[in-house]
């Protein structure tokens, strides 16, 4: 059985494409349904805000279950873990306060997690795939400063966070595309 949480073994690539691509589907469902709510902050919105470091960590924790079955070090997986549930409970709280605390909490994230996915996509090199993964983190790490200084601004809005998600989503497309011809090739 060929999955991401099966009992048989899966190669690392394998287990990656399939989260990338899944990944990716997210990143753009989700980036589309925040567009449309991004001037308001309703419950919707706060809910959908808090999905998504959610469903970071699941991924995560997926990353690190496929790693650890193929010997793999997945320390950078467990910070990143801890981020996102952090933050989902962060933007919980900075979502009763406005947009400029969930931009401020969002730019947090994506600094620090920025930072977790280019030392986890360095020292996964060798699968290849991963220069879209080392890109995005330090194109998250930017963003994330943008956020914050966004905060700071009259007439603050969301619609950032949806193109951050998606282009993010992106960079998971072309890793899992790299990584299928990388398994086509060996």
């Known amino acids: 059985m060929d999955t991401l949480v099966g009992t048989a073994p899966v190669s690392v690539p394998a287990a990656l494409r399939k989260l990338y691509f899944l990944r990716f589907a997210f990143a753009a469902v989700w980036a589309a349904v925040l567009f449309t709510t991004a001037d308001t902050l309703g419950a919707p919105t706060a809910t959908l805000l808090v ?48 947009i400029p605390a969930v931009l401020r909490v969002w730019g947090a994230w994506a600094v620090t997690a920025g930072i977790v996915q280019l030392v986890v996509g360095a020292a996964r090199r060798r699968l290849g795939g991963q220069w879209a993964m080392i890109a995005s983190g330090f194109i998250s790490t930017l963003a994330g400063a943008s956020f914050a200084a966004q905060a700071g601004k009259d007439g603050a809005s969301l619609s950032s966070l949806a193109g951050y998600a998606f282009l993010g989503g992106v960079f998971f497309l072309v890793s899992a595309l790299r990584l299928g011809r990388t398994r086509t090739k060996a």
Request: with cysteine; hydrophobic share 55%.
């Open 51 to 98: 999905i998504y470091p959610l469903f970071d960590l699941a991924c995560a924790i997926i990353d690190i279950r496929s790693a650890r079955v193929n010997g793999q070090a997945v320390r950078g997986l467990y910070v990143n873990v801890a981020l996102s549930a952090l933050t989902a409970a962060g933007l919980a709280f900075a979502a009763t306060s406005g």
